[in-house]
């Protein structure tokens, strides 16, 4: 009886220990956050169709370019790489689809957070039949790219430091948080900024850099929209 209840004990304490790490590693709640970005281009549903990109159910661990609904259209870079999708992989694909595989058709910028990936492929796990036990090498903790998700109210991506800099000299970066507009809106907006408003106009590369961000995160889809305080 005693030995029963102490094999009990050890294994709420193991499950318990495992809890904590997984819960201080990655973050879903934050995770599904993140997959806003890629909703635009991907479904994650269960025998979801393919949008621009292929479905992503079960993708950690998935025969990279297999969808058989997107058949046909893959990048021959993305063939070319073969084998599965690891967590690594998809966190260096994510962080930099180009360096990943040159070449590829997947139309995204970059994510630049280790902590934000990290969070994101915990949440891709639990979009399968069969989530696994992973461990990515790099530790968000400890990477160069840690920190906090966000740049003051901007959404952490390639960018957004200069944007939080030019933005934030007049106003809250809040507000630019709240719009939602195309490239050529937003281009027009700071036209505005600069013959209305008194901004100094913004030179290249840093410009472009800026609009990149902006049209990217803060487009009319409005992924990024501000809903907490
Ligand atoms: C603008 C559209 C777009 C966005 C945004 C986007 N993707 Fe993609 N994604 C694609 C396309 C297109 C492909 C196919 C790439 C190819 O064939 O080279 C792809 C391929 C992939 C693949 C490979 C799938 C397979 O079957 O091997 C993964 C994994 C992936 N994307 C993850 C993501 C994640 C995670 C995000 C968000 C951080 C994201 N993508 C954002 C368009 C996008
Ligand atoms: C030199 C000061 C200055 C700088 C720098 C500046 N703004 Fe503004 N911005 C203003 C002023 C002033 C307003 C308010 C106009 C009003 O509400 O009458 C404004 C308003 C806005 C609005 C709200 C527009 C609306 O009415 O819906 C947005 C969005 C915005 N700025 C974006 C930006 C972005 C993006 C940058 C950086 C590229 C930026 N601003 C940099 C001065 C500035």
């Given at each position: 009886m005693i030995f029963k209840n102490l094999l009990k004990l050890i294994s709420i304490s193991v499950v318990s220990a495992l809890m904590a790490f997984t819960a201080q590693a990655a973050d879903i709640e934050n995770g599904k956050v993140i997959f806003q970005q890629c909703s635009i281009c991907h479904n994650s549903a269960k025998d979801g169709s393919a949008k621009v990109g292929p479905n992503?159910?079960?993708?950690?661990?998935?025969?990279?370019?297999?969808?058989d609904d997107y058949k046909g259209r893959y990048s021959a870079a993305l063939q070319g790489v073969g084998g599965k999708w690891s967590a690594d992989q998809i966190s260096r694909f994510v962080e930099s689809p180009q360096s990943f595989a040159n070449g590829t058709y997947m139309g995204f910028a970059g994510l630049a957070s280790a902590q934000d990936r990290a969070d994101l492929i915990a949440y891709l796990n639990s979009q399968s039949d069969a989530p696994i036990d992973y461990q990515l090498s790099e530790d968000p903790q400890t990477?160069?790219?840690?920190?906090?998700?966000?740049i003051g109210k901007l959404f952490r991506a390639p960018g957004a430091e200069k944007t939080f800099i030019y933005c934030s000299a007049c106003h809250s970066e809040r507000i630019v948080t709240q719009q939602g507009l195309t490239k050529s809106d937003w281009q027009e907006l700071l036209e505005w900024m600069v013959d209305e408003q008194g901004m100094d106009e913004i030179e290249e590369p840093d410009y472009s850099a800026v609009i990149e961000y902006l049209s990217t995160n803060y487009g009319t889809d409005r992924p990024n929209f501000p809903t907490k305080n």
């Open positions: 992503l159910w079960g993708i950690v661990n998935r025969a990279i370019a297999s969808d990477s160069k790219t840690a920190g906090p998700a966000n």
